[in-house]
Nanobody
């Protein structure tokens, strides 16, 4: 049973930083692409950052230069370093693994998805 468990969320003031972690268990081998998504209240879930199997990364325009996605394969852990946080970054953050094809910023493109960790940024 593959499990993805996010942690590291919390409440910070604008301009602050947080580091999210996603601990993966129950599978062997490379989980292909992994990604972070977020969903703000009353908004659709959106892809935030993707890391490819070869280490390349992609970001949604709104977080470029502020967020960094990385992974530690030895620890089976995915990270999202978030700096210069803004109130509009508030939302539930989810990790996803095992890309099945299609748009990597599409939630439905991933076989395994976590339950999320809440990030709240106050002005």
């Amino acid at each position: 049973q593959v499990q993805l468990v996010e942690s590291g969320g919390g409440s910070v003031q604008a301009g602050g930083s947080l580091r999210l972690s996603c601990a993966a268990s129950g599978y062997t081998g490379n989980p292909y692409s992994m990604a972070w998504f977020r969903q703000a209240p009353k908004k659709e879930r959106e892809g935030v950052a993707v890391i490819y199997q070869d280490g390349r990364t992609q970001y949604v325009d709104s977080v470029k230069g502020r967020f960094t996605i990385s992974q530690d394969n030895a620890k089976n852990t995915l990270y999202l370093e978030m700096n210069s946080l803004k109130p509009e970054d508030t939302g539930m953050y989810y990790c996803a693994a095992y890309w099945r094809g299609g748009n990597r910023f599409n939630w439905e493109a991933y076989r395994y998805r976590g339950q999320g960790t809440q990030v709240t940024v106050s002005s």
